[in-house]
């Protein structure tokens, strides 16, 4: 049963590029939530979706955005990127119907320049 | 809105000992959710403990066990019989039962042979 994949696992862009992550929940689980962790910090929350909805936001610019898939698959895209975008991105899925455990995958590094 | 304090950026303990992680937090809210999370180097987030603030009983999980005090707002972290595979980031976190995760700065713990 493979859990939470992520990808890519690194990558590296300019100031002012676009990225788009790609997260694939853990079978079974139809919810995705994504965090940002900066170097020494612990995450913090960007955005959850559901039934291809964004259900939940954190207190992120409107250059965030996301997708969820029909298959629960999920992609989190960052427009104009700036410096302070390099992070570790992580993707964490749910299920609704169970105890709504958060299970994480290994994480997007990104790196601004 | 909810804040998770961890005040302790690093700690170390000998194999074998005892250690306790130190966590408050603060929130208004009467029903809660408090977690503990490793995230060793491979950058994955797992749940390590879990805590309904309406349950008195302290969690426990094996070595793992939390001390709550609910009153006090504190959720610390005790293992007992460190071994070197506990070496990680550890991460207090507070929810209310969804998906959006409040995390602390996260205490990074080094085992001693």
């Known amino acids: 049963d493979a859990g939470v994949t992520q990808s890519p696992t690194h990558l590296i862009k300019t100031r002012g590029q676009q990225v788009t992550l790609r997260c694939s929940p853990k079978?079974?689980?139809?919810?995705v939530s994504w965090y940002q962790q900066a170097l020494g910090q612990g995450p913090q929350f960007i955005f959850q979706?559901?039934?291809?909805?964004?259900?939940q936001r954190g207190n992120f610019p409107d250059r965030f955005s996301g997708h969820q898939f029909p298959n629960y698959s999920s992609e989190l895209n960052v427009n104009a990127l700036l410096l302070g975008d390099s992070a570790l991105y992580l993707c964490?899925?749910?299920?609704?119907?169970?105890?709504?455990?958060?299970?994480f995958g290994e994480g997007s590094r990104l790196t601004v320049l | 809105a909810q804040t998770v304090t961890q005040s302790q950026p690093e700690m170390s303990v000998q194999e074998a000992e005892t250690v306790t992680l130190s966590c408050t937090y603060d929130?208004?809210?009467?029903?809660?959710?408090l977690f503990w999370y490793k995230q060793p180097p491979s950058r994955q987030m797992i749940l390590v403990i879990r805590q309904e603030a309406y349950k008195q009983q302290n969690a426990t999980e094996n070595r793992f066990s939390v001390n709550f005090q609910k009153a006090a707002k504190s959720f610390s972290l005790k293992i007992s019989d460190s071994q070197l595979g506990d070496a990680a980031m550890y991460f207090c976190a507070l929810n209310f039962g969804n998906e959006k995760l409040t995390f602390g700065t996260g205490t990074r713990l080094t085992i001693i042979p």
């Open positions: 979706y559901y039934e291809e909805e964004e259900r």
């Open positions: 929130t208004s809210e009467s029903d809660y959710y």
């Open positions: 079978s079974g689980h139809d919810t």
């Open positions: 964490a899925s749910s299920s609704t119907g169970g105890n709504r455990e958060l299970f």
